[in-house]
């Protein structure tokens, strides 16, 4: 029984969680599990077993699920099973089977978390018989797949409402366990597969090393203890130069890029923007672009977040919501919704100059603008040439003689082009945009406020 004992004593110690917590235990019915389940039932804790049948073992799923089952029935405890057609939801998809796996369980895992909690205000949080062999595979495999820092921490004892109070213990340990205290379990035959990457570490890599390295899996568990503590360190002072550098704005986040670049570092740059669900090999696109022109952005491939490059800052914006204060305009768009209303634009043949009255429309030059354009709210500083004249005026300059309120100010957009405003929306265009004789082709651009 000294696992028990140490098992109780590892969850008070990094309080993991409280005898009055409600428990949600994950439970495949394999040795981990049931033996998480003996544990926790000897320690007195309050759970609910969960059982996940993914249905793509054929009859070996649903001998899996009757065992959970009679296990929860002779140890008398509630029980909650979900069947899943995961080779199905796997190809709609376009998600392997373990990651298909992987999210359908923890998803549904959420779910119930989230039910639990509604039921009473007591503390929910589930349970995975995740053991410390199984977190020398992972460190492997992140090291050989290639990661940061944060990779190398292996499997997280506390994540969110997640809880592993077995990450101390060895397989062997767990085993031991099992034998001295007569549980039957059942073995998953896809275990012994080796074309899995976590099986192929497992029976073979890892035994492998253990020949020239005996000491191996404790040396590694040091390692990932070293590597969690030394990540706690990096992640205070990351956080700290993240909250002096860059400045929340709007939903937005601004970047001063000469700042940015006297860090010469490509870990805070992927730090920075990975949130916004870049990948590190876009760090040195980012690098690429602080010296490109303004208006230049970069696309997010996991969320929709651009990096434009406004002047001297990069500014992340998500796109296409209302939380945007930058809206990128690419030279084929026919129209795009903001906050204050829709812009459509369209191309026509010009043979003459035109001018309109409409302060909601604007007649402009086609060959004088550079795309892609900036639609942004006016800020201090700004300027332009306004329309018919041959000076350049500041913003704040024109809005006071118009007699503008500080509400109808708050209000503004302008349109940008290369750095230059090409029109203060509802307001005027500027004089260096506008058609004259010598115009072929005119750009349309309409604005139909909320």
């Not at 298909?100 to 895992?109: G, I, K, M, V």
């Not at 590190?280 to 696109?285: A, F, L, S, T």
Request: charge should be positive; proline fraction near 3%.
């Amino acid at each position: 029984m000294q696992l028990l004992s140490s098992f109780i004593d590892h969850i008070n110690a990094q309080q993991l969680f409280q005898l009055d917590d409600r428990l949600v235990v994950a439970v495949s019915g394999g040795l981990d599990s049931v033996v998480l389940v003996d544990l926790c039932r000897r320690a007195g804790f309050n759970f609910t077993m969960a059982h996940c049948n993914f249905k793509l073992r054929g009859d070996e799923s649903d001998r899996d699920e009757a065992f959970v089952r009679q296990l929860a029935a002779k140890i008398v405890c509630p029980l909650v099973v979900e069947q899943f057609d995961t080779q199905s939801w796997a190809e709609k998809h376009k998600h392997s089977i373990q990651e298909a796996a992987r999210e359908l369980r923890y998803n549904w895992f959420e779910t119930m978390l989230r039910a639990q909690r509604a039921d009473d205000d007591k503390n929910v949080y589930l349970l995975t018989a995740h053991h410390a062999d199984d977190n020398i595979e992972t460190l492997l495999m992140h090291f050989m797949r290639g990661t940061g820092l944060r990779g190398l921490k292996g499997i997280p004892a506390v994540q969110g409402n997640i809880r592993r109070p077995l990450l101390p213990f060895s397989r062997a340990m767990v085993a031991a366990y099992a034998a001295e205290q007569g549980l039957d379990f059942v073995v998953d035959s896809s275990n012994a597969e080796e074309k899995y990457t976590r099986n192929y570490f497992r029976h073979t890599i890892i035994p492998a090393i253990e020949k020239v390295y005996p000491q191996m899996r404790e040396n590694l568990l040091q390692n990932i203890r070293r590597f969690q503590s030394i990540n706690a360190f990096y992640e205070t002072g990351l956080q700290q130069i993240i909250n002096q550098l860059c400045k929340q704005k709007e939903g937005e986040l601004h970047i001063p890029i000469k700042q940015l670049l006297q860090y010469n570092n490509a870990a805070l740059i992927f730090e920075i923007i990975r949130r916004f669900g870049f990948t590190e090999k876009q760090v040195e696109e980012v690098y690429k672009l602080t010296e490109a022109a303004s208006g230049s952005f970069l696309q997010s491939p996991g969320m929709p977040y651009r990096i434009i490059r406004h002047r001297h800052w990069l500014i992340i914006a998500p796109t296409g919501t209302d939380d945007s204060e930058h809206y990128v305009i690419e030279a084929e768009q026919k129209q795009l919704q903001f906050p204050s209303g829709v812009l459509s634009f369209s191309e026509f043949h010009a043979k003459l100059p035109a001018v309109s009255n409409d302060a909601k429309m604007a007649l402009l030059d086609a060959k004088d603008l550079q795309y892609p354009l900036i639609l942004r709210k006016w800020k201090q500083g700004d300027y332009f040439y306004p329309l018919g004249m041959r000076k350049k005026k500041k913003l704040s300059r024109f809005f006071i003689d118009l007699k503008l309120s500080r509400t109808e100010k708050e209000k503004i957009w302008v349109l940008e082009s290369a750095q230059r405003i090409i029109w203060v929306l509802g307001y005027r265009i500027d004089d260096r945009f506008k058609m004259t004789e010598r115009t072929n082709a005119a750009v349309e651009i309409v604005w139909k406020a909320d």
